[in-house]
């Protein structure tokens, strides 16, 4: 085998060795058969991951939830918005999206007022993958303004708030974000402008960080 032969060998070896290690799920993927939600159109930036929260604290990192995972039902309608965002010059700012059971359970410790977490005695969209909690960014990062920040709990976050004339544009990014969604089969809720689901979301099952799947 001649020298140039033997580098384009190697080359090619490290090319399949590096799809390979890139298609291999990783430690939640296998233990929970939910997907992770990755590219240039998604940025995660995930509340819980941090003490930038209204629990003032992390509460996934010790759970091993660094990145964005949910349903692969949910991840099939993402991954249809990404050339639609891409054509806006937009991004998908992921604030949340899979909860672990195991981490709801932490935060009903921490805060247990149904008005703010979700009694995981029934558990909430999140622990079952299903929902999401996002924002708009531009084709830079730069997060675009809504009525409120994420997880505001007052009637401007409500999907229904009329912005003042000040406010237009927060509004009219809300609705963007609304359609955005809509357009590929996501809907919203009436309470938080940052939140969307499958239609069919009670249908899935909670998945606990324990679960070796994710079946229907």
């Known amino acids: 085998m001649t020298m140039s032969a033997r580098v384009v060998l190697a080359m090619l070896t490290m090319l399949f060795a590096g799809s390979a290690l890139a298609q291999t799920p990783d430690t939640v993927e ?13 940025i995660t930036n995930l509340k819980y991951a941090t003490a930038d929260n209204f629990l003032h604290r992390d509460v996934y990192t010790p759970f091993g939830v ?19 965002l891409q054509d806006k010059r937009l991004k998908l700012v992921m604030f949340d999206c899979y909860r672990p ?12 007022d149904t008005k703010y977490v979700a009694n995981p005695a029934r558990g ?6 299903i929902a999401v909690d996002v ?5 830079e990062g730069r997060l675009l303004p809504f009525p409120t920040a994420f997880d505001a709990f ?46 069919n979301a009670k249908s899935y099952p ?11």
């Not at 660094?66 to 639609?84: M, T």
Request: net charge positive; with cysteine.
């Open 30 to 42: 296998r233990k929970t058969g939910l997907r992770k939600l990755a590219g240039e159109r998604f």
């Open 66 to 84: 660094s990145a964005c995972y949910v349903h692969r039902d949910l991840h099939d309608k993402l991954e249809r918005l990404a050339p639609i």
């Open 101 to 112: 059971i195991e981490v709801q359970r932490e935060m009903w410790k921490l805060v247990p």
């Open 124 to 129: 909430s969209l999140h622990n079952r993958g």
């Open 135 to 139: 924002g708009l960014a531009d084709d």
């Open 154 to 199: 007052d009637r401007k976050a409500w999907a229904s708030y009329v912005c003042k004339a000040a406010e237009k544009m927060q509004c009219d990014n809300r609705e963007m974000l609304k359609e955005l969604m809509q357009s590929v089969g996501i809907d919203g809720i009436s309470s938080e402008w940052w939140h969307f689901q499958l239609r």
């Open 206 to 216: 909670i998945v606990p960080l324990t679960a070796k799947g994710n079946e229907k």
